[in-house]
T-cell receptor, first 112, second 117 residues
Framework: AQTVTQSQPEMSVQEAETVTLSCTYD???????LFWYKQPPSRQMILVIR??????QNATENRFSVNFQKAAKSFSLKISDSQLGDAAMYFC?????????FGAGTTVTVRA | GAVVSQHPSRVICKSGTSVKIECRSL??????MFWYRQFPKKSLMLMAT?????????EQGVEKDKFLINHASLTLSTLTVTSAHPEDSSFYIC?????????????FGSGTQLSVL
């Protein structure tokens, strides 16, 4: 069974600063996808970034980037230049056989 | 991007009644849809996988007679919570995979908050 671990229940960041969210996963697969989703108070799931395991280059989407370490099974998310709108719960997720397995989530608060 | 419509967004019902939640892909066909349950400030837990034209596959511990899933067309899956009780109160979210795509594309509905009195 796949497991996704997010060890930080809460993180706080000053506006304009950088915060890094950690995620580790366990799998025996060689090719798979990893995701970071954002869930704001509206509870809509928003895809932040996606990484395909066979691609060594770390994915980047504007202020969001990942540090993908396949051997270590680590997939951290870095939010740069944090904005008030980044405040949300962030979930790391792994997919295989079309099923998403989510981590427990990290609540990010942004201080003005 | 692809849109998944989920209705209703919020429903309050009396204990013992049944509630139907719809998940509809508006601009794509979805061979497979997924239903999740989420408790406050907790993660999403997969309940079942819904495949068009076949029986749903339920995750371990999910009562298939309590949570009836129907995927009658390529654009619609429904979740019916039968004989609802207060412990069924939760946030339910669906997601859909466009036909012909792989693991990289999954789109979420906006969720349904169910409150059972």
């Amino acid at each position: 069974a796949q497991t996704v671990t997010q060890s930080q229940p809460e993180m706080s960041v000053q506006e304009a600063e950088t915060v890094t969210l950690s995620c580790t996963y366990d799998t025996s697969e060689s090719d798979y996808y990893l995701f970071w989703y954002k869930q704001p108070p509206s509870r809509q799931m928003i895809l932040v970034i996606r990484q395909e395991a066979y691609k060594q280059q770390n994915a980047t989407e504007n202020r969001f980037s990942v540090n993908f370490q396949k051997a270590a099974k680590s997939f951290s998310l870095k939010i740069s230049d944090s904005q008030l709108g980044d405040a949300a719960m962030y979930f790391c997720a792994y997919v295989t056989d079309y099923k998403l397995s989510f981590g427990a989530g990290t609540t990010v608060t942004v201080r003005a | 991007g692809a849109v998944v419509s989920q209705h209703p967004s919020r429903v309050i019902c009396k204990s013992g009644t049944s509630v139907k939640i719809e998940c509809r892909s508006l601009d794509f066909q979805a061979t497979t849809m997924f239903w999740y349950r989420q408790f406050p400030k907790k993660s999403l837990m997969l309940m079942a996988t819904s495949n068009e034209g076949s029986k749903a596959t339920y995750e371990q511990g999910v009562e298939k007679d309590k949570f009836l899933i129907n995927h009658a067309s390529l654009t619609l899956s429904t979740l019916t919570v039968t004989s609802a009780h207060p412990e069924d109160s939760s946030f339910y979210i669906c997601s859909a995979r466009p036909h012909g795509t792989g693991n990289e594309k999954l789109f979420f509905g906006s969720g349904t908050q169910l409150s059972v009195l």
